[in-house]
């Protein structure tokens, strides 16, 4: 390794493997709280209001911590594997 280059550690989870655990976790909540999951978090994604998410396990606050764009990445890799 050069010196000039910088190192970067990770710990845990990768961020793919992050979001794809927030988005399981919002998704469970969602039909505990008896809504379609699909079309509420695609009117998340699509609008940006967080009130598509419920607050149910604290599902609203799980997906905020999330860029929409960085959950759309995630989803669209998942579905082209």
Request: aromatic share 8%; hydrophobic share 35%; no cysteine.
């Amino acid at each position: 390794m050069n010196i000039n280059e910088t190192q970067k550690f990770q710990f845990g989870m990768n961020r793919d493997d992050q979001i794809h655990s927030i988005l399981t976790a919002v998704y469970a909540a969602l039909e505990e709280k008896g809504y379609n999951p699909v079309s509420q978090m695609v009117g998340y994604l699509l609008s940006g209001d967080p009130t598509y998410i419920t607050s149910h396990n604290n599902a609203r606050a799980l997906i905020t911590k999330v860029e929409r764009d960085e959950l759309l990445e995630v989803l669209v890799k998942s579905y082209v594997k």
